[in-house]
Every structure is written in C-alpha cells, then in structure tokens.
C-alpha cells in the first residue's frame, strides 16, 4: 500500500509541473506576439481635413447690463422745519406735481405776509412820489431809489413766497416711490433726502461695444433685448446713443431704450443681455470643429508632409459653423477637423473623406 500511495503521489506531481511549464510556454508565446505587434511599424491615422480660407463670417456682438428707469431721481427738502404730514407712502403711485409731503409753515407764512405788505407799501410810495417829482418836490435822484427799493420789495415777496411754496413738497416726476427716508414728524433741512420716485415706463439699458464693432451700430437701429427671468421672451429696444469718446478700456457705451408699456412689466435693476447685428466681414476662416483644448488658449491640428503639427492659434469672431483665426495660420492650411482624438502631435495622419 505504501508503495502505491508513493507512486500515486509521484504521477500528480509529475502531472502539475507539467501544466506550470504547459502555462509558462503559453504565457512566453503570448508575449511574443504583444511584443511583436508593439513592435510593427504604426501605419497612418486616417483624419478629416480642410483647407483655412478667406470667407465672410456673418455674426451678432452680444453683450450685457442692468436695466435703468429713464426716468427716476431722489426728491429732497428745499426747506426746513417739521413735517406734519406725509401724503404718499412707499409703493404708492404719485402723479408729476402733487403734494408727497407737508411741512410746517406758520413762521414762513408769516414772513411771505410781511413781504407782500412791503412790496405794496413800495407801490404806493413809488406812486406817491411820481405825484410829488412833476412838482420838483422830491430830486429825481429820490425817485429812482424808490423805485429801487420797490425792486428790492417784489424780490424779498417773490423769495418769501418760494419758501412757502418749498413747505409743500411735490412730485417732480410722475411714478412710483421705490424708497422713502422721512417719517412724519421728523424735522427737515435743506437737502434731505424725502424718497425716491422711480417711472418704469421706458427704461434703458447701458452695454459696452468694443472699437472693432462700434461702426456697425447706428443710433435709431432696432435690437432685440433678453431678460434672464423671462428666457422665452425678447424684447424690442432701440439705440438711444452711441458714445463719441471710448472709456480706459477702450470699449464705448451704447444705450438702448425699451418702451415699457406693452406686454410684461419689466422692472429696474434686472439683468439683461442685447444682441447687435453686425456687418458680416471677410476673415480667415475654419471649421469650429477644429478646435482642440479650450477657447481660452485654442490649438488646432495641421497636416504638414502628412505629419499632425499640434499649433497654437488666436481666434476672433464665430458663427455657427465657422470661427475666425485671428494669428497662427495661414490662407491653405491644411486642418484637420475629425480625428484629432486619436492624435497628440506629429503622427503620421491620411485624409479620408
């Protein structure tokens, strides 16, 4: 038995160093052939290719800012003293010349008084005096201060009664009070802030337009306004003004106006975005499809004696299909458009169709 169990275990060891070197060969044969294919000569890259050309390239500038009320200013107090009673509150819709607030105006009515009965008392002196001069009874030089001083009289009125007259405030403009700094009783000096009138009737807009594009716009042009909030809205507008002087970054303000009567209400103060036709201009041109990396520091691939060259470009304006190369390549090149995933820069490349 012992003898048995000896040779048993004998013909399984044989069996199992006979499938590791079995496993080895295959392994080393395999390896072979990796090694071998590594070893074969790559053939060329099949890509897709077009020449860059001069084309026109038809486009729109867009560009953005924050809607303004054409018309909205800060009332302050051209008087001062207490105001006992406020007419007008926040969010109230107030009309061009009514009254938003009253301040108290005894002392001030009083003194208008005074000045009135002055400037009277003056005219009847000034009467008098005419009398008294076609009888050389007062010199001409007393008349003609009469007169000045009748002079003096009216202004001190036509200035007390402005005082008065400031101790009711009113609404310069017609609109809504969006802000309110006074509360009643509070006292009043000259130049306070009373509130905020907003008319949200028309509104503009102010965007900036770079030198290369601001003789594609002219004043009167129509342009289409977006609104974030209503993303399935436009909005008509029309170039108000057109700046003569570019700012330190040497772009120019372009205001637009919206008429706000019609359709949704737009507000003050919302962001919004404008887009400008422009003249399409002829440029050197490529597919958009070109582009490798990021626009921000764009490369393209150029076939050169049949070799992927990896360059770096700048580019300009775009459309849909095409984007202009500013610098980096030249009327002909050859670009290629399809295929750039399967290159890192000079493999040998096949154009297909």
């Known amino acids: 038995m012992k003898v048995l169990r ?22 080393k044969r395999v390896m072979n052939q990796e090694i071998a294919i590594a070893s074969r000569k790559i053939g060329a890259i099949p890509v897709k290719a077009e020449k860059a050309q001069m084309s026109t390239i038809g486009m729109t500038i867009t560009t953005n800012g924050v809607l303004e009320a054409d018309n909205q200013l800060t009332v302050v107090s051209e008087t001062q003293g207490k105001i006992i009673h406020l007419y007008k509150h926040l969010g109230d819709y107030v009309s061009k010349g009514e009254v938003i607030a ?24 000034i009467e008098r005096y005419k009398r008294l001069s076609i009888g050389d009874a007062i010199t001409k030089h007393d008349l003609e201060e009469a007169r000045i001083g009748l002079e003096k009289a009216k202004a001190d009125y036509v200035k ?79 170039v108000s003004a057109i700046a003569v002087k570019a700012d330190k970054t040497m772009n120019f303000d372009v205001e637009i106006k919206l008429d706000n009567t019609h359709g949704i209400p737009l507000k003050s103060g919302l962001y919004a975005e404008v887009n400008f036709p422009v003249k399409s201009r002829e440029c050197l041109v490529i597919p958009k499809e070109s582009i490798v990396g990021s626009m921000v520091k764009p490369q393209v691939f150029v076939i050169e004696n049949n070799r992927a060259i990896l360059k770096d ?13 500013m610098s980096g390549l030249k009327e002909g090149d050859q670009v290629i458009y399809s295929g750039q995933l399967n290159l890192s820069g000079n493999e040998e490349v096949k154009v297909i169709q």
């Open 160 to 238: 007390a009664r402005k005082a008065l007259d400031n101790t009711s405030i009113t609404a310069p403009i017609s609109g809504v009070i969006n802000q309110k700094f006074v509360t009643e009783g509070q006292f009043l000096t000259g130049g306070t802030k009373v509130c905020e009138i907003v008319d949200n009737h028309q509104l503009k807009l102010h965007v900036k337009v770079d030198g290369d594009n601001i003789y594609d716009l002219q004043k009167g042009e129509k342009v289409q306004v977006r609104v974030p909030v209503f993303p399935d809205r436009t909005f008509p507008g029309k």
């Open 313 to 325: 470009i700048v580019i300009g304006l775009s459309d849909n299909e095409n984007i202009q190369v």
């Open 102 to 125: 009253k301040v108290e105006d005894e002392t001030i009515r009083a003194a208008e008084m005074v000045a009135e009965a002055n400037a009277k008392q003056h005219e009847r002196d």
């Open 6 to 27: 000896n040779v048993i275990i004998a013909a399984i060891a044989v069996a199992v160093l006979g499938g590791v070197f079995f496993q080895l060969r295959k392994n």
